[in-house]
């Protein structure tokens, strides 16, 4: 399990409106690894989780950017290439919520076109 990946992989899917590829990804990570939350240790997999809970929040309409945010922060088990926490979670958070303007996502409910194309 590579969090970051999934990471990666879900921001790819809602950039290019594939909300369904997204949703998918973290529905069969908390299949897999729901349990953990009972379980002792696992810190970084239980912080990832939590991370991809939000995701799923936000597509709902759930959570705003900040909490999002705060979230992230409060979560962060990523480990970035230049490992600045915050330029990361920034621009993910960012990303996120401008995938779920231009795409109009209210999860389950979107058009797959980007705003203001006809």
């Given at each position: ?47 990832h ?15 705003a ?27 993910f958070?960012?990303m ?15 058009d ?7």
């Open positions: 399990m590579n969090p970051l990946y999934d990471l990666y992989v879900i921001e790819s899917a809602l950039l290019s409106g594939e909300v369904d590829d997204a949703v998918n990804l973290i529905s069969r990570n908390r299949k897999k690894y729901g349990h953990v939350e009972k379980q002792e240790g696992m810190s970084e997999l239980k912080g989780m939590r991370v991809l809970n939000g995701i799923m929040d936000a597509l709902e309409n759930n959570l950017i900040d909490g999002f945010r705060e979230l992230m922060t409060n979560n962060y088990v990523y480990r970035t290439e230049d490992g600045n926490m915050e330029n990361f979670v920034n621009a958070s960012y996120v919520y401008y995938s779920i303007d231009r795409y109009n996502i209210r999860y389950p409910e979107y797959g076109k980007r705003c203001g194309d006809l």
